[in-house]
């Protein structure tokens, strides 16, 4: 059996056995799918204004309704996708580079380089994480950019923390020692030999961060920060949809606030999945 | 075996669901254990033997599932065609007051946050055996009958504080203070070491014997089982080969797996030859050529040269204690807290020689200081003091985290305790074995670079299908192969062998200790062989070093230290290596 048609059997099987799984994996696919080809699957344009069709509640139209510049809510909420899918991704890579690099230095050297990076990670995490994010954005300016970076902040503790315990776990391992024997350099070991096997836990953490990271970014646009409007952005939407809620016009804060917790559930489940594929022995 | 039995297993299978579909595990297994009668099932890894005593007793994975068979205790059915025919609250009180189980790791079987005292009393309290009034007292009186010194202070301490000798104890203690007519004894002394083991297992053959108890012992060492059980029972992959008095089976065993299985345990006068004597019906990739293992031992080995290869002189390792020296405050502490409590030596000034083509075997339980001796060799980790000069040149000069990138580096490999930790489980087998040639002899991807790898497999009689394969698509005595294909790729004057077949099954073990023998004579390399098993270093090596608390205690010629042991030490842990004795029967 070659390894392709191995992996994918491993794969069907934990599909199999666990369909919440298979339906986030469903899920993220149709997410990643309208981010990449969502102005084409739009319906409307998002920015096209129409004040003749403003705050029409949902019709076979425009499924979700519009909004109080006669836009189309669904065409907005899937060009949104991009956005928030692309602060999240760009976040989360930052922080996890960063963060694994920290960690594995921490956890393979320890002594003073432990000292240090641990006294960075617990300052970071000494903050409030919502508002040291909004700190970062305020001080370095209000652009997508710098979303990006408060959000890269605020994740890189929890990359660094797995990263140094996974290393350590293995810096004395029989195969670290081995490469020692081979001739390796302490650097190259760490490349080559500790992480690669340190990936599949750093993985599941990419996932489950994914949510945190899309729920924060809409979190600042919600209060104003990042991005600004007419971009289409969950958080800004739900955040303007939100003074209409009490005048009835329900489904402009609804629509992009149900897109947004789907993604964050989808991300949350889908890091569960992962470590059933990467790590079956911890499973819950 | 007279009157009825106390535990009766009739055809037994147990089914386990995997992703791989489903694995019978147990296959049509019957036995009986009489009263008073201690049995010994008798396996390999992957046997069915633990499966056997789980499901029997109620605790199987919850991926298993007995398909068919029953299983009485003293008439009371625990299992009828497949069921679990006692609920579980029954079986509750069946379990620890009836039949009580020991199991491999006693430290990982105690509650680490209670006393072990308070344990034995969970016990006692949970059957009503005691009442809150006298529990005490008879959790200090269990603790004193398995041996244990000053019971009352023991009374209080954690299982961290405790040996894993005296873990175990704790165990027994718990197992039998319910005064259970069946105990199961699951590998009860993987991982002690063998004085700890004799201890261990003679207080339990005492304390059962004394009591009348019929007893399950699980091992996969026929030494152990002949030497506490009454009548063996031999398992293969799920099914019983073969049942037989001690005896009967030691003089005239049946089943040709019976037959491997005991040529293939090194007792006190086997050769290497003898351990493969009787081959697998079809010849398994398991196997090395005949050609080269026909008696290795008869043919003198490669003549020894005088010259020497290693000297080391007055080598010391000592450790800080933990605290001692330390923590983030050692500007205010100063100097004062490293004076207080002396180093923890591992290594006390030791010294020996070694010549070109020879073997030295390393001896000594846990703690002795022979795996520190060996990475200090091996230039994993700096000496404290002391020197080691290879090949006429002090590499003790050079730091450890330097020498890896030396030319040096090259003459000096190792071959590691586990093989499967050893191996990088993202290599597969090929990148394992070219990383050292990659990195010490610049060979640079391209046809040399396979050739080499081809030719290290052949050496090692590793399959070349199996080389793009990943350490978890290997079985344990291939991974082993690949581990030593990759230590010797950089033709090495010295391969440091660290317990090389502590994690084989014994037939897997003895083919391997003929190539590590053949790949010797035919590349004329010295071993250094560290073991806990003296058994196993005779059959590798001249010379012996037996090792006690960071101190030699005893060398000499391996035949000798083993037949006419000098130091009280050496001849303690030779007493304390079971094996069939037909004097005892």
């Not at chain 2, 990943?470 to 344990?476: A, I, K, M, T, Y």
Request: aromatic residues 6%; charged residues 20%; contains cysteine.
């Amino acid at each position: 059996m070659t390894a392709m048609a191995r992996s994918f059997r491993h794969f069907s099987y934990v599909m199999g056995e666990n369909p919440v799984t298979a339906a986030a994996f469903a899920l993220f696919a149709l997410i990643v799918a309208l981010a990449a080809f969502g102005p084409w699957i739009a319906p409307y344009d998002p920015l096209a204004t129409d004040a003749m069709n403003a705050l029409q509640p949902p019709s076979w139209a425009h499924p979700f309704g519009t909004d109080q510049l006669g836009r189309d809510v669904m065409s907005r909420v899937i060009v949104a996708t991009r956005l928030d899918l692309g602060i999240a991704v760009s976040a989360v890579a930052l922080s996890f580079f960063i963060g694994s690099a920290m960690g594995c230095a921490a956890g393979f050297w320890g002594g003073w380089t432990d000292r240090i990076t641990g006294r960075i990670t617990d300052t970071i995490m000494a903050f409030p994480l919502f508002v040291l994010a909004m700190g970062v954005v305020a001080a370095l300016g209000n652009s997508v950019e710098n979303i990006i970076y408060a959000t890269a902040v605020i994740n890189l503790p929890f990359y660094a923390r797995v990263a140094r315990v996974e290393t350590a776990i293995r810096r004395n391992a029989g195969f670290v020692q081995a490469a020692r024997l081979c001739g390796n350099s302490d650097l190259r070991i760490l490349a080559t030999q500790v992480f690669p096997n340190i990936l599949p836990p750093m993985m599941v953490q990419v996932s489950l961060n994914m949510g945190w990271a899309i729920l924060n970014a809409a979190g600042l646009s919600f209060i104003g920060l990042g991005v600004r409007p007419p971009d289409a952005e969950w958080g800004i939407m739900v955040a303007e949809g939100a003074t209409y809620v009490v005048s009835g016009e329900w489904w402009l804060a609804l629509f992009p606030g149900s897109a947004l917790m789907l993604a964050v559930f989808c991300f949350n489940l889908l890091g569960d999945g992962l470590r059933d594929l990467v790590d079956p022995l911890r499973r819950t | 075996m007279t009157g009825h039995p106390i535990l009766s297993v009739q055809g037994l299978c147990v089914e386990f669901r995997t992703r791989n579909g489903t694995v019978r595990a147990l296959d049509d297994v019957s036995l009986q254990v009489a009263k008073g009668e201690v049995l010994g099932i008798v396996g390999e890894r992957g046997s069915g033997k633990s499966v056997t005593a789980f499901t029997v007793i109620g605790l199987l994975d919850a991926a298993g599932r007995a398909v068919s068979g029953q299983a009485d205790y003293d008439g009371v059915p625990l299992l009828a065609a497949g069921k679990k025919s006692l609920g579980e609250k029954d079986l509750n009180d069946l379990r620890g007051r009836e039949i009580s189980m020991i199991f491999q790791n006693p430290r990982a079987a105690l509650n680490p946050i209670r006393p072990v005292g308070k344990q034995i009393e969970d016990v006692l309290l949970r059957h009503n055996q005691a009442t809150r009034q006298d529990a005490q007292r008879k959790a200090v009186d269990m603790l004193t009958k398995v041996k244990i010194l000053e019971p009352e202070r023991r009374y209080w301490a954690y299982p961290f504080e405790l040996s894993g000798g005296m873990c175990q104890r704790v165990m027994i203690a718990i197992a039998l203070a319910c005064k259970p007519r069946l105990l199961i004894a699951d590998e009860p002394t993987t991982g002690l070491d063998v004085t700890t083991q004799k201890a261990t297992m003679d207080l339990m053959a005492d304390l059962t014997r004394e009591r009348g108890m019929s007893v399950v012992l699980i091992t996969h060492d026929l030494g152990m089982a002949a030497a506490y059980c009454d009548r063996i029972v031999v398992m293969q992959k799920g099914k019983i080969v073969e049942a037989a008095p001690v005896a009967e089976l030691f003089k005239d065993p049946k089943h040709p797996y019976t037959k491997k299985l005991l040529a293939a345990s090194p007792g006190p006068d086997s050769a290497l030859g003898d351990l493969t004597a009787v081959p697998d019906a079809p010849p398994a990739v398991e196997t090395v050529s005949p050609a080269a293992v026909t008696k290795p031992m008869a043919t003198p080995a490669a003549p020894v040269s005088e010259n020497l290869l290693l000297e080391v002189k007055g080598l010391v390792k000592t450790f800080p204690r933990r605290g001692a020296k330390g923590g983030g405050w050692v500007w205010l502490k100063g100097h004062k807290g490293r004076n207080e409590e002396a180093d923890f030596v591992a290594v006390d000034g030791i010294s020996f020689s070694l010549r070109r083509g020879e073997s030295l075997g390393l001896v000594g339980e846990s703690g002795c200081g022979k795996s520190t001796t060996s990475s200090i060799v091996t230039r994993l980790l700096d000496p404290t003091a002391g020197q080691v000069i290879l090949d006429g040149e002090d590499i003790t000069a050079f730091k450890a985290a330097r020498f890896a990138r030396l030319p040096q580096r090259s003459k000096i490999q190792m071959v590691f305790q586990d093989p499967t930790e050893s191996l990088n489980p993202r290599y597969s087998a090929a990148d394992s074995i070219a990383d050292p040639l990659k990195r010490l002899k610049g060979l640079r991807g391209g046809r040399q670079l396979d050739a080499r790898i081809g030719e290290l497999a052949e050496m090692v009689g590793l399959p070349q299908s199996l080389l793009t394969r990943f350490p978890h698509q290997l079985s344990g005595g291939q991974k082993a192969r690949v581990g030593i294909a990759r230590a010797i790729a950089v033709d090495p004057l010295l391969l440091v062998l660290d317990e090389p077949t502590s994690a084989l099954d014994v037939s897997v073990q003895a083919v391997v200790l003929q190539l590590l023998d053949r790949l010797k004579r035919e590349l004329g390399m010295s071993y250094i062989f560290v073991s806990h098993d003296l058994n196993v270093v005779r059959l590798l090596c001249e010379r012996v070093i037996v090792m006690n608390k960071g101190r030699i205690v005893e060398s000499g010629k391996a035949e000798a230290v083993l037949k006419q042991p000098q130091d009280p030490y050496t001849r303690s842990l030779i007493a304390a290596i079971p094996h069939f004795e037909p004097a005892k029967m």
